[in-house]
């Protein structure tokens, strides 16, 4: 059993940025990956970023270049850094812990970018 909890989100001018935490807890070793995804209102949850065990990381196209994630071992974290924000990426981010052939999800932290 994984307890995934993100912090972080908030209200932001587009431009600016943010920093999401996920603390994570219990059986996180046997995890293979972390990653984020959101979901804006009426949309489908997508991926945003991912790391797997040994540091390689993907996003997807829209987050490219601007978003990035990373870990810290020591502190169990997972960490998402946005910046140069756009009203699109406003949703509900949510951290995801994949280790098969379990997965699990945190309870998601709201990011509002206002225009």
């Known amino acids: 059993q994984v307890h995934l909890v993100e912090s972080g989100g908030g209200l932001v001018q587009a431009g600016g940025s943010l920093r999401l935490s996920c603390a994570a807890s219990?059986?996180?070793?046997?995890?293979?990956?972390m990653a984020w995804y959101r979901q804006a209102p009426g949309k489908e949850r997508e991926l945003v970023a991912t790391?797997?065990?040994?540091?390689?990381?993907s996003y997807s196209d829209s987050v490219k270049g601007r978003f990035t994630i990373s870990g810290d071992n020591a502190k169990n974290t997972v960490y998402l850094q946005m910046n140069s924000l756009k009203p699109e990426d406003t949703a509900v981010y949510y951290c995801?812990?994949?280790?098969?052939?379990?997965?699990?999800w945190g309870q998601g932290t709201q990011v509002t970018v206002s225009s």
């Open positions: 790391i797997i065990n040994g540091g390689n990381t």
């Open positions: 995801n812990a994949y280790g098969w052939p379990y997965q699990y």
């Open positions: 219990g059986s996180i070793r046997s995890m293979n990956a």
